[in-house]
């Protein structure tokens, strides 16, 4: 009998013993990634502190309509160009307005003059108020005399008398401008059909300018200094 070489079934047979002894088991499952690496931090809110000099809170905007005082003490505007001309300002009176000014008083500030004309009653007033060549009273037409080079004519409109009013009218006489720089004096004439008049006294012509503050109501009139 032949007897075939033995070679070719003892290298099969080495290399299956081969491939099981490598195999040590079942493949693993493929490595899950990695969940330890945290998403990115967010990046840190702008600092909200005040930048320094701020005190804490954002400086308020002066508004050109509300002054520091109702015209009573001194204050000014740090020498701001003065915000009027000379030209006349008129403003309406509120629907049904009934008003009786009530006080009279004069303020310095820094390169200009306020007049105040407090009023009480119904309703907000109106004004014209503008530069004159004389002063003369109302109804009667008389001439009224104010110190000083010119005379700026104060027409608080939808005014009542204080009969009709309930109001109290101012009674004093000429408020000197004491302090002041150009205004000389203010002086208060009449009622008479639905307005009251006020002359205010100046040493010269200059730019003004008129708005109207509450709580008491009151009409403000702001005179720059002479040039």
Do not use: I
């Not at 490595?31 to 701020?54: F, I, K, L």
């Not at 004093?172 to 006294?201: C, I, K, M």
Request: hydrophobic letters at 40%; one cysteine or more.
């Amino acid at each position: 009998m032949t007897r075939r070489p033995l070679l070719p079934v003892c290298a099969a047979l080495s290399a299956a013993l081969l491939v099981a002894g490598c195999g040590g088991g079942a493949e693993p499952a493929a490595a899950t990634p990695s969940t330890s690496s945290a998403a990115p931090s967010p990046a840190p809110s702008p600092a909200t502190s005040p930048a320094a000099g701020d005190g804490g809170a954002p400086a308020a905007t002066p508004s050109a309509e509300e002054p520091e005082d109702d015209g009573d003490g001194g204050g000014g505007d740090g020498g701001a160009a003065f915000p009027g001309d000379a030209s006349p300002d008129t403003a309406a009176a509120s629907a049904g307005a009934q008003v009786t000014v009530t006080d009279v008083r004069t303020g310095r500030h820094d390169g200009f003059d306020r007049v105040v004309l407090e009023v009480d009653g119904a309703g907000t007033p109106g004004w014209d108020v503008r530069w004159v060549d004389a002063a003369s009273s109302q109804g009667s037409g008389a001439p009224v005399a104010v110190a000083g080079g010119a005379v700026l004519q104060v027409t608080v409109t939808g005014a009542g008398y204080p009969y009709d009013t309930g109001v109290e009218e101012y009674a004093g006489g000429p408020v000197a401008g004491q302090g002041t720089g150009n205004v000389t004096e203010v002086v208060f004439d009449a009622t008479y059909e639905g307005t009251t008049v006020a002359f205010v006294g100046a040493r010269a012509e200059a730019p003004f300018r008129v708005y109207l503050l509450q709580d008491p109501v009151r009409v403000v009139v702001e005179v720059a200094d002479a040039a």
